[in-house]
């Protein structure tokens, strides 16, 4: 079987990196601290939970960017090839045991990428699209973007600043949706204060505005607002 990497995005998250790692480490997935040049304990916990620490200076918005870095630093130490499952994820998030188990099952048919829902918890309420529009969207509309994908299928040169990532089109065909049902996707809290998420939020938006008028589109209003 393919190995599964873990890439965890962060910088100065030592409040809610342990928990962030833990059900990864003890369920034996590979797990990537790609480290922002934190300067709290994040290092020192990631390292001592038996974590591998990438550092990088990649604005935390270059997420494929940054994919592709730990890739290739892998591949450089013979710890990674292309035949291998990236899932790239915030220290904010947590997979449980059961996903993962899932996540391991998926891998071993080969899939060239697996679609997993997302619940976010803002401020302790349950937020984000339902899960009903998540089974709609991947089976009906069939988008062509995945949480985790096998590096040698992913289709870099259209990805954009999401963690979803898309593949090439040859491999389409090749992908499963994991039904979010039970404990069947990934939690992610989003933390601090009010201030911290506003300012956090709206520079996501208007980095994705620049880069949609970049392409010649019109920027999504309701993504601005």
Known sequence: M????????????????EKCLAPLIENGLTVVVA???SDDDTVIIAEEMGALVIKHTYS??????????????LTAKSLADDQDYFIYMNASEVFNSQLIGVIKKCSKKGYSGMSVYRQSYTFGTSTHHSRFAFILNSII??????RIFRY???????SKIHHEYPL?????HNTCT????????????RAGDLRFFEDKHA???????RERLRSNKKPSILRLL
């Not at 090439?168 to 389409?172: A, D, G, H, R, T």
């Not at 994991?178 to 809290?189: N, W």
């Not at 520079?203 to 505005?209: C, D, N």
């Open 2 to 17: 393919n190995q599964s990497i873990c890439i965890i995005g962060c910088k100065n998250e030592s409040f809610r990196i």
């Open 35 to 37: 480290d922002a040049m």
């Open 60 to 73: 935390q918005l270059n997420i494929k960017s940054k994919v592709k870095y730990v890739f290739e630093r």
């Open 141 to 146: 509309f069939n988008k062509n973007y995945f």
């Open 152 to 158: 040698c299928d992913w289709d870099f040169d259209r």
């Open 168 to 172: 090439k089109k040859s491999c389409v």
């Open 178 to 189: 994991i039904f979010p049902i039970a404990k069947l996707y990934i939690r992610h809290y």
């Open 203 to 209: 520079l996501y938006s208007s980095e994705e505005a």
